[in-house]
C-alpha cells in the first residue's frame, strides 16, 4: 500500500512549518512521527496534497520542569517519555502509560503531539492529559494559543486545531497528590486498548469510551464525597457512549470500564 | 526529489517520488531485499530496520524522514557474506526460524533491543519482540537466540 500523491516539504523551524502550512492551504497534514497519520494515509483515508515534515524541529523534543509545571515538546517521542527521568520522578503516569504504547519501533518514531493531534478515541495519551489537567499550546498563522485538553477533544479524529495550526506544547502542572495509575485492556500484545482508564489523584479519565476521551466525572463525584474505590468504581460507565465493534457490545466496554477503574483506583490509592 | 540514505555505511542517492517509503527505497533503489513487506501496516515487524540505531518499521516511514540519516539492515550487521554477526549466529545455533521470513525484522528488532538493554530477562526479550509476528509461532527459538546472543556479548 502506497499513500496517494503528495508534495514533502521539511521546516526546519516552527515558523517555517506554520508557513509551509499557510502556503499548501486546507489540504495541508504536518508529519511528526508519522505513525498515525502514515497508516490512513496508505489506507487512503487521508489524502494530504502536501505534507509538512515537522520531524527535525529540534526545539520541539525537549522536555522542561519549571515551577508548577512539566513542559513537553510536541514530538517528544513515546520511547523518551518513556525513559525521561525527569517524567518518571515528576509524572508517573505519562512515562508509563507512553513505555506501553504499541512496541519498540512504534515508540521509536511515534510523538505525543502526533498522538493528540490524532485523537484517535483508543489512543492511551489522551486520556492520560485529561487526567493531568494539561493544557495544549498551539502556533497558527495568527499566533499561538493555549487550549485546555478538556477543550481539545471535540470528537472522532476531531480537535480544536484549526487547518494550518500546529501543536506545539504540552503542559501538565505538577500533581498535587502523588497516587496514580494507567490500565488499559487488549486482547492481544500491541493492540489499541479496548477500554483504558487513566488516574491521577482525584482525576480519572477513560481511553475508548466514546468519540473522545472523556473525564468519569460519575467516579470523580463519588471519590470527592467520600466513597470507596469499589462503590466510586461502580460509576465508571455513567455518562459515556462506547462502541459496540468486533471487540464486544457496548455492554462489556462498559463492563470492562467498572472493573478497570477499580483496579486502577486500588493501585493509585497504593501509591499514594 | 533527491533522497540521499547512508545504507549499511555507503550513500545510496536517488531522485524518488515523495510517497516513496523507506521499505521500497532499500529494497527497490538500493536493491536491498532482506528487508521484507509483512503485513503493510505497522504491525507484523518484517520491515524493522535500524534509523540512526535505533528500530522503526520501514513501511511507515517515508524515504524523505530518511534523507541524510542512516539506515541499517540485516545484510549491513556483518563485515562479509562468510560472516555473521552475534545475534544472526545465535539465531542459527539455537534453530531461531522456521520459514524466515519475519526473520530479518527479527534480528534487526532484537540488534536494536540489545542496544538499548545488553543484558534482557526474557520477559524483557518478548516485550521488546511484541511488535514482530511470527507465523510459524516460532517464538521460544527466537527468545532464546537472543537471550543466548545477549550472554555471548557480554564479557566473562
Known amino acids: 500500500m502506497i499513500p496517494a500523491p503528495f508534495t514533502y516539504r521539511r521546516a526546519s523551524s516552527v515558523d517555517e512549518a506554520v508557513d509551509l502550512a499557510a502556503q499548501a492551504g486546507e489540504d495541508a497534514k504536518f508529519l511528526a512521527g508519522g505513525h498515525s497519520l502514515m497508516p490512513l494515509m496508505k489506507l487512503r483515508l487521508a489524502v494530504p496534497e502536501t505534507v509538512v515534515d515537522i520531524g527535525r524541529i529540534g526545539e520541539l523534543s525537549q522536555i522542561g520542569e519549571g515551577h508548577g509545571h512539566f513542559t513537553i515538546g510536541a514530538l517528544a517521542t513515546h520511547d523518551l517519555l518513556a525513559r525521561s527521568g525527569v517524567l518518571a520522578a515528576g509524572l508517573p503516569l505519562l512515562a508509563n502509560a507512553a513505555g506501553q504504547i504499541g512496541d519498540p519501533q512504534v515508540r521509536h518514531c511515534g510523538t505525543i503531539g502526533g498522538s493528540l493531534a490524532h ?23 495568527s499566533g ?3 487550549i485546555a485538553a478538556g477543550d481539545f477533544f471535540l470528537g472522532l479524529f476531531e480537535t480544536a486545531l484549526q487547518p494550518g495550526e500546529l501543536l506545539t506544547e504540552i503542559r501538565i502542572p505538577k500533581p498535587k497528590s502523588a497516587g496514580w495509575s494507567f490500565q488499559k485492556f487488549t486482547k492481544r500484545a500491541i493492540d489499541w486498548a ?27 463525584q463519588a471519590l470527592a464525597s467520600g466513597s470507596g474505590p469499589r462503590e466510586a468504581a461502580a460509576r465508571a460507565a455513567e455518562g459515556t457512549s462506547p462502541a459496540d465493534d468486533l471487540n464486544g457490545p457496548r455492554q462489556y466496554r462498559e463492563h470492562l470500564a467498572r472493573v478497570l ?9 497504593a501509591r499514594t | 526529489m533527491k533522497v540521499t540514505v547512508t545504507v549499511n555505511g555507503s550513500e545510496v542517492a536517488a531522485e524518488v517520488a515523495d510517497r516513496t517509503l523507506l521499505v521500497h527505497f532499500l529494497r527497490d533503489v538500493a536493491g536491498l531485499t532482506a528487508t521484507n513487506v509483512g503485513c503493510d501496516t505497522s504491525s507484523c515487524g518484517a520491515c524493522t530496520v535500524l534509523l540512526d540505531g535505533r528500530s522503526v518499521k520501514s513501511c511507515t516511514v517515508l524515504a524523505a524522514q530518511a534523507d541524510g540519516r542512516a539506515v541499517t539492515t540485516v545484510e549491513g550487521l556483518s563485515g562479509g557474506a562468510d560472516e555473521l554477526h552475534p545475534v544472526q549466529r545465535a539465531f542459527r545455533a539455537e534453530h531461531g526460524l522456521q520459514c524466515g521470513f519475519c526473520t530479518p525484522g527479527m534480528v534487526m528488532a532484537s540488534v536494536s533491543l540489545l542496544a538499548e538493554n545488553p543484558s534482557p ?14 507465523r510459524c509461532t516460532g517464538y521460544h527459538n527466537i527468545v532464546r537466540a537472543v537471550l543466548a546472543a545477549a550472554s555471548e556479548r557480554r564479557p566473562r
Open chain 1, 144 to 146: 499561538t494559543r493555549e
Open chain 1, 194 to 220: 479496548i477500554v483504558g482508564v487513566a488516574v491521577q489523584g482525584p482525576n480519572v479519565a477513560l481511553v475508548n469510551m466514546g468519540s473522545t476521551p472523556i473525564r468519569a466525572s460519575g467516579v470523580e
Open chain 1, 261 to 269: 477503574v477499580a483496579r486502577a483506583l486500588e493501585e493509585s490509592s
Open chain 2, 121 to 134: 530477562t526474557e520477559d524483557e526479550v518478548r516485550s521488546a519482540l511484541e511488535g514482530n509476528l511470527c
Open chain 1, 119 to 141: 485523537a484517535d478515541p483508543a489512543a492511551d495519551l489522551p486520556a492520560v492529559i485529561m487526567a493531568l489537567d494539561a493544557t495544549l499550546v498551539a502556533r497558527g498563522p
